[in-house]
């Protein structure tokens, strides 16, 4: 809610984002972060001792979460795991694939 409010909305021209909204993202963010924070105590990873798909799929959500100003930092346990991810090569190589194709997709509008 709150990524598509605070910057999908502005590139895809449907308007100025609504602060009613915002809010209410942030609300939940902090609802549901809290639920996890939790779910991760004492654990490696989400599921099982290692990485799995759940892990990736949840851990995508946290760079945009931080973009927006959400607080990720706030949640020991999300951080703690969070950081055990991005040092994982792979995923290093794509956050690293990811903040190229922004910078291209940036320097292409502004041109």
Same mark, same amino acid.
């Given at each position: 809610?709150? +990524?598509?409010?605070?910057?999908?909305?502005?590139? @895809? =021209?449907?308007? #100025? +984002? /609504?602060?009613?909204?915002?809010?209410? =993202?942030?609300?939940?963010?902090?609802?549901? %972060?809290?639920?996890?924070?939790?779910?991760?105590? =004492?654990?490696?990873? &989400?599921?099982?001792?290692?990485?799995?798909?759940?892990?990736?799929?949840?851990? =995508? &959500?946290? #760079? +945009?979460?931080?973009?927006?100003?959400?607080?990720?930092?706030?949640? %020991?346990?999300?951080?703690?795991?969070? $950081?055990? @991810?991005?040092?994982? #090569?792979?995923?290093?190589? %794509?956050? *690293? %694939?990811? /903040?190229? *194709?922004?910078? *291209? !997709?940036? !320097?292409? $509008?502004?041109?």
């Amino acid at each position: 809610m709150v +990524s598509y409010e605070k910057a999908s909305k502005a590139v @895809l =021209g449907h308007g #100025p +984002s /609504d602060p009613a909204f915002v809010a209410r =993202g942030e609300q939940n963010f902090i609802r549901f %972060a809290a639920v996890l924070n939790a779910v991760l105590r =004492g654990k490696t990873w &989400l599921i099982g001792a290692q990485p799995t798909i759940a892990d990736f799929s949840v851990g =995508g &959500l946290v #760079p +945009s979460a931080e973009r927006m100003g959400l607080p990720v930092a706030d949640y %020991a346990e999300i951080h703690r795991w969070y $950081k055990r @991810l991005a040092a994982l #090569p792979a995923w290093r190589q %794509a956050l *690293a %694939a990811q /903040d190229a *194709a922004m910078t *291209a !997709l940036r !320097l292409n $509008k502004a041109s």
